[in-house]
């Protein structure tokens, strides 16, 4: 076991990176940022539900009801669940889908605005 430190609920010995306490189960972390990421044991579609369950200590299965009961209010739920599909990276350390496609639409709008001669002035290419 690794580092530890107190419950200040109950004062039991904890592991420093730990979301509840194992013996009074009082909550010490809002967000668990190693959970945010949708490739994880588990997964069922594109792995939001697994992602926001595992960062907030929740049960998938609550998550993944939140989510079915949210299409019933304006269809929130497929909008977020793709939402949150977009902007929680697969892989731990990677990028965003998101971000790949915000990459690509800048690499886009700037072949596309300099043409062949280019902008050397223009205010996407940062200070001169
Ligand atoms: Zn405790």
Same mark, same amino acid.
């Given at each position: 076991m690794g580092e530890t430190r107190r419950c200040p609920y109950c004062a039991e010995e904890i592991a420093v990176e730990a979301i509840r306490c194992r013996r009074c189960r009082s909550r010490l972390s809002v967000i668990d940022a190693r959970g945010w990421h949708r490739d994880q044991p588990g997964r069922r579609i594109a792995g939001v539900a697994v992602a926001v369950a595992r960062s907030l200590a929740l049960p998938v299965g609550a998550v993944r009801a939140a989510f079915v009961l949210a299409t &019933?209010?304006?269809?929130?739920g497929p909008v977020v669940y793709l939402a949150l599909g977009l902007t929680?990276? &697969?892989?731990?350390e990677g990028d965003a889908l998101l971000d790949g496609v915000i990459a690509e639409a800048r690499a886009l709008a700037a072949r596309l605005w300099d043409g062949p001669g280019g902008a050397p002035n223009a205010p996407w290419n940062g200070p001169q």
């Open positions: &019933f209010f304006h269809m929130l929680i990276p &697969f892989r731990a």
